[in-house]
């Protein structure tokens, strides 16, 4: 997200071919002026997106933004944005713009407000003043706004989002963690890593400057595989200074020929959840000696 924001003006009576009178607008609240803020920061992809933009009705597509910010299912506007610019917008249809565009604005609109509905963030923003800041950015009046107080809000805005995230994470995971250590043959090493002993290996165990080769299945805290190198067909073989800390901790503690579950809290792994890694170390040495 581009960090941009405003300073509290009447916006300018600009009035061009085909375009709605602009209204004139003042700001009450930093509520306003972060949703204003944020709706032309929306726009301002597809103002600098060139030839696109030049084949668009930016007033149609302002009505269907603003008319979209609802939790309407609009995928229907895909096959109308196709059948009106062609695929990559490669053979537009003048007689399909105005459509075309409406859709092009409603799948903007949708999808901006399921952003912010998933964050649990909708109920921050004035929906009026966030289809303003949208509209004005499309037709280039909103540069009477100072961006330094804008880009200001905006990146206040992103670090609560990114704070409650976190937050909510580390509440999802703390009973998946807790589970964790009351499964059988499991301990606990620092920061917090659960590591259960499926079948111990007879080998040797690594060093912190060790290469691994090692088979893995990684899983989340639903359960769903998200990698596994079995389906690669070839154990991964990889520097344990070149891993998320949860492996470079957790190696250490294996035997060669081990088989073993991973339960990693999420401060060390991809900051985004904890993550279970089923794991058999294959090898291990000096980095370049175990091929």
Avoid at 74 to 85: E, G, N, T
Avoid at 179 to 206: F, H, L, Q
Avoid at 268 to 273: E, P, R, V
Wanted: hydrophobic residues 40%.
């Amino acid at each position: 997200m581009k960090k941009i924001f405003l300073i509290a003006l009447p916006l300018a009576m600009l009035v061009a071919c085909g375009e709605k009178k602009a209204e004139v607008l003042t700001f009450e609240s930093e509520k306003q002026k972060l949703s204003y803020a944020l709706g032309a920061d929306y726009a301002s992809p597809i103002v600098n997106a060139g030839q696109e933009a030049d084949i668009l009705d930016l007033e149609a597509m302002a009505n269907g933004f603003e008319a979209s910010l609802n939790e309407e299912d609009y995928s229907s506007c895909q096959q109308v944005i196709i059948d009106a610019f062609g695929m990559n917008f490669m053979s537009p249809d003048s007689t399909k713009k105005v459509p075309g565009s409406e859709c092009f604005g409603k799948m903007n609109g949708s999808r901006l407000y399921m952003m912010l509905k998933q964050v649990d963030k909708i109920n921050d923003f004035d929906l009026k003043y966030l289809a303003h800041g949208y509209r004005d950015a499309l037709f280039k009046r909103d540069t009477i706004l100072d961006k330094a107080e804008r880009a200001s809000l905006l990146t206040k805005f992103q670090t609560e989002v990114q704070t409650s995230q976190a937050n909510k994470m580390k509440e999802m995971e703390r009973p998946f963690m807790e589970k964790a250590k009351s499964i059988p043959n499991t301990r606990v090493i620092d920061g917090g890593i659960v590591i259960e002993t499926i079948s111990e290996g007879k080998g040797s165990s690594p060093l912190v400057s060790d290469e691994v080769v090692a088979h893995y299945i990684l899983t989340n805290t639903q359960g769903d595989t998200m990698e596994s190198s079995f389906d690669r067909g070839q154990p991964l073989t990889i520097s344990l200074q070149n891993v998320i800390p949860g492996w470079t901790m957790a190696f250490p503690q294996l035997k060669k020929g081990g088989k073993y579950r991973l339960y990693i809290p999420s401060d060390l792994a991809y900051q985004n959840g904890a993550l279970c890694f089923y794991v058999e170390l294959v090898n291990h040495g000096p980095v370049g000696t175990t091929k």
